[in-house]
């Protein structure tokens, strides 16, 4: 049941923890001895597990009541008929399986999801190889640079981009039309509309991608490198030999957050497109705004939004044994 | 680095050493090349938005080259920084952030605290559980939140939904666990002589906190204050679904719900809207560069 730093941490040092404590209870004693007359409350306060339960009660708290209790009233809602009165078991997601846009919201957010993930993990492979390569001191600069998309407010470029891809004013249809290029309906065909929500995701995404796998570039130790050169391996044999090993932790991290997080997108998808023309855009989360909030059909939304907590469930799973992983390695 | 090895492993071989010292400067040249094309396509976004946001009216519907601005002219940020609803945008984003963040490093930074210092029963099943909620999207929360913050107000008569504070009570949710999971990871790091030395000195566990462990996890703290901002000025869903009358709005959802009437898009308000919205969350990053990529990497290589 090890996760990540804290238990690590814990036992490796138990032992200097009860001489802390050991400390902190003579101190305690001497200064009981002092005034007998303290109550028993006083002294329950001053247990060291009463002290840490009350650091992590407003953690505890904020937990159990805004993230336990309303995933939990997810599911009593998903139970519930539209006018949230009568009990109506699986109808809903009855109703659901039924719907032809289920199907496509289902197979678009998969669409979405794993495309944008694989670019953004190759762009950003690629990206963090280009930056590793270039001199240490100008290297700063760039990553400076590359990573502004993840640092603007994700709906305020999204809003760039729409400007971008305006049906009439779109800046990239006057430069295309230079090269003879019709002019592309970036959001206005169901085909186009899906590779400008999956480009802007890629756009946004990919710098965090760069900047975890620069980091873990450079804990590769440089004589492994070296070996290889000796041994005659070429670039792409240094790569997967010796580059992809070292990182296969952080790429596998890094992908399942960003599924994660891809999945439940919703700012990008919601201004570019609204999930229009015809639906073709929606996922998960922007279909579930559409009938839960703008539809007023809370039980509806609250069902579509739990589609989305098998595939995050999976992904949470392997991120922790990956976690658990890298603490036992450490 | 590996040239030399090389040369130094094959010393006959002198000739080959000059071929990989130019195939290395190709390397370079390259390198800089597709950074280059890659910078280009990161920065064009925030610069034709900053471009736009020069424009009249007039010229944005005129036939003219998209990228280049022949009548610069300050008219959409005058008109924005003189609209009072706009300013009200930016004041009810600036006063949830701040507020925000204070809350989440009083929530955070004394559970993380315990947490990695304190053991205590069920503390290990509780950083995981740290770390789950981390995961959950807010996109699976919203509907449920929204339905339970209506029924606070049908059941007390308190009105949350669409005020601005309701805000305050919802964003922690996606700060604390993220900020808890990154200082337990930079308390962890912290030598457990030190807090050792100040209990044996007498001091109280708060102490202990406060003279220590803030002090020296500072860089950390700094990390989490930054990732706390940027997320709580970022948000669009959950302000988007809470709040509705224009005096409670925040800046993402205040631009794109007001600027945007209808069909009717005035583009060169909406860019500079959107530019004055990135502004605050990028001049942080122009001057705490190390510690935002810190707090960045720090999620999944500390923990």
Not at chain 1, 300 to 314: D, E, K, N
Not at chain 2, 15 to 35: E, H, I, N, P, T
Not at chain 2, 181 to 200: H, N, Q, R, T, V
Not at chain 2, 220 to 244: D, E, K, N, R
Request: charged share 10%.
């Amino acid at each position: 049941m090890q996760v990540g730093g804290p238990a690590r941490f814990g036992t490796e040092t138990h032992g200097e923890c009860t001489m802390a404590d050991v400390a902190l209870q003579s101190s305690r004693t001497t200064a009981a001895q002092k005034a007998r007359k303290r109550s028993g409350l006083q002294n329950v306060l001053k247990r060291k597990s009463t002290v840490a339960f009350l650091m992590t009660l407003p953690l505890i708290l904020l937990i159990l009541l805004l993230v336990i209790y309303p995933a939990l009233y997810a599911l009593h809602l998903a139970t519930l008929n539209k006018s949230m009165q009568r009990f109506v078991g699986l109808s809903n997601f009855e109703f659901l399986f039924k719907r032809e846009t289920f199907w496509l919201v289902v197979k678009q957010s998969c669409i979405f999801a794993i495309t944008a993930v694989i670019f953004k993990a190759l762009l950003g492979f690629i990206i963090a190889h280009f930056v590793h390569n270039i001199p240490a001191k100008g290297q700063r600069k760039w990553r400076g640079m590359l990573l502004v998309p993840w640092v603007i407010p994700p709906a305020m470029s999204t809003l760039a981009w729409l400007w971008l891809f305006d049906p009439s004013y779109s800046a990239f249809n006057y430069t295309l039309s230079f090269f003879g290029i019709g002019p592309i309906p970036w959001t206005g065909d169901a085909l186009w509309a899906r590779f400008s929500v999956i480009l802007v995701n890629i756009w946004v995404g990919a710098p965090f991608f760069m900047i975890m796998y620069l980091a873990a570039l450079k804990s590769v130790p440089d004589q492994l490198y070296e070996a290889a050169a000796i041994d005659g391996a070429n670039w792409w044999q240094r790569i997967w030999y010796v580059t992809l090993p070292m990182m296969r932790n952080i790429i596998a991290i890094t992908t399942l957050f960003s599924l994660i997080v891809t999945f439940a997108n919703f700012d990008i998808v919601r201004i570019l497109t609204a999930g229009g023309p015809l639906d073709h855009t929606h996922i998960f989360a922007t279909w579930a705004f559409r009938v839960g909030i703008e539809g007023s059909d809370i039980p509806l939304g609250a069902s579509v939004s739990l589609f989305m907590v098998p595939i995050l469930a999976v992904a949470a799973v392997f991120i922790l044994r990956d976690v658990n992983k890298r603490g036992n390695e450490a | 680095m590996s040239t030399m090895t090389i040369d130094k492993a094959a010393p006959t071989r002198k000739v080959k050493y000059g071929s990989m010292s130019r195939d290395r400067a190709w390397a370079l040249r390259w390198s800089y090349f597709f950074l280059a094309i890659f910078v280009i396509f990161f920065l064009t976004p925030p610069i034709y938005m900053f471009i736009t946001s020069l424009k009249s009216s007039a010229e944005i519907s005129a036939a003219t080259n998209p990228w280049w601005v022949f009548h610069p002219t300050l008219e959409n940020y005058s008109a924005l920084l003189t609209s009072n609803q706009f300013l009200r945008f930016f004041w009810n984003s600036a006063l949830v952030s701040i507020i925000v963040v204070t809350l989440t490093m009083l929530i955070a930074v004394p559970a993380a605290f315990a947490l990695s210092r304190m053991r205590f029963w069920g503390s290990a099943v509780l950083a995981t559980g740290v770390f789950l909620t981390y995961l959950i999207p807010e996109t699976l929360l919203f509907i449920p939140l929204f339905k339970m913050f209506a029924m606070i107000g049908d059941w007390t008569g308190i009105q949350l939904i669409n005020r601005w504070y309701v805000l305050l009570i919802i964003y922690p949710t996606l700060t604390v666990p993220f900020c808890t999971w990154i200082m337990i990871g930079y308390f962890a790091s912290i030598p457990k002589e030190l807090d050792e030395a100040a209990i044996i000195d007498g001091a109280s566990w708060f102490q202990t906190l406060t003279r220590i462990f803030i002090p020296v996890a500072l860089p950390g703290l700094i990390a989490a204050t930054i990732f706390a901002f940027t997320v709580s000025w970022a948000q669009f869903l959950y302000p988007l679904v809470f709040t509705t009358s224009t005096d409670q709005l925040v800046m993402p959802v205040g631009i794109i719900t007001t600027l945007i009437k209808g069909d009717v898009f005035n583009w060169g308000q909406i860019m500079t809207g959107a530019l004055l919205g990135a502004a605050p969350p990028l001049i942080i990053y122009a001057f705490l560069m190390d510690y935002y990529i810190a707090g960045l990497t720090a999620g999944a290589t500390k923990g």
